[in-house]
């Protein structure tokens, strides 16, 4: 081992195996233990809302761990402390130190996530945290896909501790365990979710406020725990480039592949952590409401049986799928943009005749003619309902593609990961390959029979691995050429040909500092797709940026005539030619004929090229060890063959220009990944970024010139999925960061400021409507009567508009006082009427004045009355306002009143439904299809 060994005395392997199974049986009896503070939970568990799904011994099961966990994540943060601390204290090197004492934690960590997979097993019914099928866009089963992504997760955490204590990485098992940081928490959130928040220890899942505390702190542990190592394992990567070269290639391997695993886990997991938020966000209920909250008002009508218990939830009808119901007889039609199967509905006046005539076409005028808008209502047949009619995009609009760019988001997430799985089983393969006579004359390239012998083996493995699911479906494949075929065989084989030549490093003097073969690939790549799409705007700075770095490291013009150097471009100028040329021709039946085809051209492949070298010291040399050499070309075929897959399926199901170019940067993030940004490397990675970003830039503005022209739906797919997801991937990431930083800093400020102000950050990004909008606050108070079981319902509003001029900040600070003493008064408890009050400032706009909104909501005219007549508030503005105090203030005061009753709508947590009543009455509190609970949402 080449990982430096502290005078700490280490245990032995048999020792060490001992250490894990002792901890097995301890977290196993631990999970048995933990059944009496279980007990004292289960004791208070009143409505368990996964009861009638897990049942009782999985409920049972399911708390046994959560408080066994907790356990766990003491032991762990507290060894991890201590490891941290003793390097700190003694100047160890965190990277290659490891002693016993990581040897007894990382035996603890493999022994608790064996007893978790286990566990996980037997109370599978609990994994969805209280998601509905809603909560994550694409899933209809979170329990499931969790459930699943959990045990993943267990195995994989517990197979890479084993490999610690086997290759003796002391910093991933150590910074490892700083991942439990933020657990606490989260086990605290589902403890409370479990026993329900009736219990006395519970109930702060109830308030806002102390649910957006929680989770406040959650994300700020997340961020420490689980960022701070993986912002760790980037530094060592851009500036430990010496301290990783003394891993052997295994050590190395397990490195890069568990901080890269549980990096995009953790980065996958926050869409989880922030659906979990959201649904204990809405779930939290005023506190009076908790009372009796299946108690309806006065007045209110009884909730009534659900009508189908078992009714599916709302989604997204294309168009064809309506066409296809119509055909089969069934009785679907649209009504304002909505799908109804009507097929069992037969108490329509008209008769059933009548509503067959629109089947599978849109019944909206129909229907607003024999229904006058005033009159009806569509909520009476909500039981209908399928979802919304998905008509084809006019315009690119964010967070409105949802199946593109979940269809673009399957595709990534096999693709990126088999392309850089290839790259780096192919690289691993070259370099561990005998040395002599297999390397050129500058002593760094293995000569082609390598890669043919790897084209020979991978022909083997296309025959069997499943292509056709990543080639797209037989309709989208095309029927292209024969030939076709044939040439894309003949450049996969010889790709598998040059790659060795270009990935051979340039002559021996510029080994250091020189492009690696990665990188030359990954800017040959996109040079070439610039020069076949001559509409794209040149990148000017990214070029230059790229010279640059290379001029600093020292490659001159004048060392193209170097054989060193020009040789391995032209290796790679012909990888870049067999590429484009492969994917430019690829559709699904050639590419799953030419797979076939690889099995005659790579062995012929290696027939010639043995034909035209009669001395066989090459092939021997390459066998002198035949285990290895096997080994090795097996692990380069199956990785290589792989990622030709995913780039052919690419090709296919997007375009080879999409293809081309994700390889490019894949290669280009691999690249700087292993060498690191020093040595001016980092100009190239600013240069990959910039020309990224305008790549982005120019694809959004096609976009934006396609809906111009009215011809967004004629775009393939993938260029709304691959807008949609950089969008909504860039949003998340930024918002979780605000979050994390300026939403925590907002506190600390208002702390320092006079207690009559503060600062607010905006939690979320909102929408920009344009230069000319001004951009304000908003405000809203509700006195606790009105939140009440008997809540109150709004009858009369006040609207108050406020004009200053932005200069004058005396009246406006004026009009701010005058308000809090206003809302002073509202706190009154026995104030009479008032449901709610809303006050938006604008403090500037483009017109020079700020202004001033307050909406004021009451149960009458007459409330309302009498608290103007009485409030010592007003009566301030009003002589403030008369009095000359405020030099620039303007308003408009106007009173409203509605002119029929109003509707009240609510909308079903599980199918998605509005839930209605009759006018002047509040919604019901269940669902009137499925008989699910409504969000139960304020009358105002």
Known sequence: MTSYVTSSRLYSEGAVVGHCLVWVVFWSLCHFAMAVPAGALERMMVNDPQAKHGGQRQRSVYVRRLCRSQLFCLLSLVGAAGLISAHCCLSQDLLLDFTSHHQVLFSMAFGHWIVSFFEDLNCSGFMGGGLDSKALPGIRDPSTILFQGFLLHHLAAGVSYAALLRYRLGCVGTLGLLFELPVPLLARRELSRVVGRQAAWSRWMSERTSVSEHWRYTYILFLVGRGGPMAAYVYSVLWFQDDLAKLQLPELLLYHSTCIFF????????????????????????????????????????????????????????????????????????????????????????????????????????????????????????????????????????????????????????????????????????????????????????????????????????????????????????????????????????????????????????????????????????????????????????????????????????????????????????????????????DGHAVKRALALLVLYAPAAVGVYMAMQPDASELRQIFASPLRAVGLIIIASVTSMIAICALLGMAVRCSPRFATRSLAFTFGLLSLVCCGLSRWRWLLAVALVLHFLELARQHRTALDQAALAGRVAELPWHFLGAQALW??????????????????????????????????????????????????????????????????????????????????????????????????????PTLPGLCANVVMVFPSSDQGWAKEINLSVWESGKDAFDWYVKSKGHKKALMEHTSGILRTFGNLLASLEPVEPIKYQDRCRRCGRTVEASAGQPAHPACLVCGASTFRYNLF
Request: net charge negative; proline share 8%; hydrophobic share 45%.
């Open 263 to 586: 990096g995009v886990w953790n980065y996958t997991f926050l869409s989880v952590l922030d659906a979990w938020c959201r649904a204990d966000v809405a779930a939290a209920l005023p506190e009076l409401f908790e009372e009796d909250p299946e108690q309806p008002g006065p007045g209110a009508e009884t909730p009534q049986t659900p009508q189908e218990p078992e009714a599916a939830a709302l989604y997204e009808v294309d168009a064809e799928v309506l066409a296809s119901k119509a055909d089969s007889g069934l009785l679907w039609l649209v009504i304002e943009g909505v799908v109804y199967d009507l097929s069992l509905w037969h108490e329509h006046p008209g008769g059933v005749e009548v509503l067959r005539q629109l089947a599978g076409k849109d019944a909206t005028g129909e229907f607003q003619q024999a229904c006058p808008a005033l009159h009806s209502s569509l909520a009476s047949v909500s039981r209908y309902q399928v979802g919304a009619l998905r008509l084809p995009p006019r315009e690119y609009r964010i967070f409105e593609h949802p199946l593109e760019e979940e269809a673009m988001r399957r595709l990534l997430t096999f693709a990126l990961p088999s392309l850089s799985l290839g790259a780096v089983g192919f690289q691993a393969f070259l370099q561990h390959v005998p040395d002599a006579p297999l390397r050129d004359a500058a002593g760094r390239s293995p000569g082609p029979l390598c890669g043919l012998l790897a084209a020979v083996a991978a022909a083997a493995f296309g025959l069997v691995l499943p292509v056709r699911r990543l080639l797209g479906t037989a309709s989208a494949c095309g029927t292209g050429s024969g030939w076709h075929a044939h040439i894309i065989a003949v450049c996969i084989v010889g790709l598998y040909g040059a790659i060795p030549g270009a990935s051979s490093t340039m002559t021996a003097a510029m080994v250091d500092a020189a492009p690696e073969g990665l990188e030359r690939l990954s800017v040959a790549l996109l040079a070439v797709e610039l020069i076949l799409s001559p509409a794209t705007t040149p990148p000017v700075l990214p070029a230059l940026l790229c010279l640059l770095s290379w001029h600093d490291r020292g490659l001159q013009p004048s060392h193209f005539l170097q054989e060193g150097v020009y040789v391995p471009w032209g290796w790679c100028m012909a990888c870049v030619g067999f590429l484009v040329v492969a994917t430019r021709l690829a």
């Open 727 to 828: 969008d909504t991937s860039r949003v998340s990431f930024l918002s979780y960061i605000w979050r994390a930083t300026v939403c925590n800093l907002q506190n600390v400020i208002t702390s320092i400021l006079p207690e009559e102000l503060r600062v607010y950050a905006c939690e979320a990004p909102v929408p920009y409507y344009g230069e000319k909008v001004a951009m304000g606050l908003a405000a809203q108070y509700i006195p606790p009567k009105a939140r009440g079981k008997d809540r109150r319902r709004p009858n009369f509003f006040v609207c108050n508009v406020g004009q200053i001029v932005e200069s004058c900040m005396t009246d406006l600070q004026h009009t701010m006082n005058t308000l809090v003493d206003v809302w002073g008064e509202f706190h009154d």
